[in-house]
């Protein structure tokens, strides 16, 4: 049973660049969710999404957006990228239970440096 | 608003050895989750345990066990048997109380398993 997949593992960006991450949820599950991890903190969340849309979002600009696809996966894109965007960037996935989402499982995560 | 709190920022243990690690959380809910996850030096977020806040037994599994005191809020992870691998940063996270379940951390806690 494959777990949550991220790609790419590493990325190296300019300010003022776009980029695009992307994420693959563990088999059965049907909702991702997005955090940032900057260095020596705890991850903050960015956004989730179920069935091909934003739920939820934390306190992060529009210049953080995303999208789900048809099989649950999803991208998160960043555009005009500043220094502070630099961060692991992981997604997590889970499944509605009786109507609630209580356990995400984590991939291994996207470090994006921006120069 | 929901709050997490780790007040421990590094603890150092011995192999073989017990480590408790705290946290406490904030919340007006009855019916809720608790999680414990570990980042080892990869990065990978991995769940270590959970805890169902309506069950009064507390969760163990196989070396790490919780103490989850509901009245003061509390939901401690005591790691018995230390081993070199259990080196990581330790995670409380609480998710929020609708449907979606988006998980707000802690600030962590470095443990250090030393030989």
């Known amino acids: 049973d494959a777990g949550v997949t991220q790609s790419p593992t590493h990325l190296i960006k300019t300010r003022g660049q776009q980029v695009t991450l992307r994420c693959s949820p563990k088999s059965g599950h049907d909702t991702v969710s997005w955090y940032q991890q900057a260095l020596g903190q705890g991850p903050q969340f960015i956004f989730q999404?179920?069935?091909?849309?934003?739920?939820q979002r934390g306190n992060f600009p529009d210049r953080f957006s995303g999208h789900q696809f048809p099989n649950y996966s999803s991208e998160l894109n960043v555009n005009a990228l500043l220094l502070g965007d630099s961060a692991l960037y992981l997604c997590a996935s889970s499944f509605a239970y009786r109507g609630r989402r209580e356990t995400q499982y984590f991939g291994p995560g996207t470090r994006l440096l921006v120069l | 608003a929901q709050t997490v709190t780790q007040s421990q920022p590094e603890m150092s243990v011995q192999e073989a050895e017990t480590v408790t690690l705290s946290c406490t959380y904030d919340?007006?809910?009855?019916?809720?989750?608790l999680f414990w996850y570990k980042q080892p030096p990869s990065r990978q977020m991995i769940l270590v345990i959970r805890?169902?806040?309506?069950?009064?037994q507390n969760a163990t599994e196989n070396r790490f066990s919780v103490n989850f005191q509901k009245a003061a809020k509390s939901f401690s992870l005591k790691i018995s048997d230390s081993q070199l691998g259990d080196t990581a940063m330790y995670f409380c996270a609480f998710p929020s109380t609708d449907s979606w379940g988006k998980l707000q951390f802690g600030a962590g806690t470095q443990v250090v398993v030393t030989p």
């Open positions: 919340t007006s809910e009855s019916n809720y989750y």
């Open positions: 999404y179920y069935e091909e849309e934003e739920r």
């Open positions: 805890q169902e806040a309506y069950k009064q």
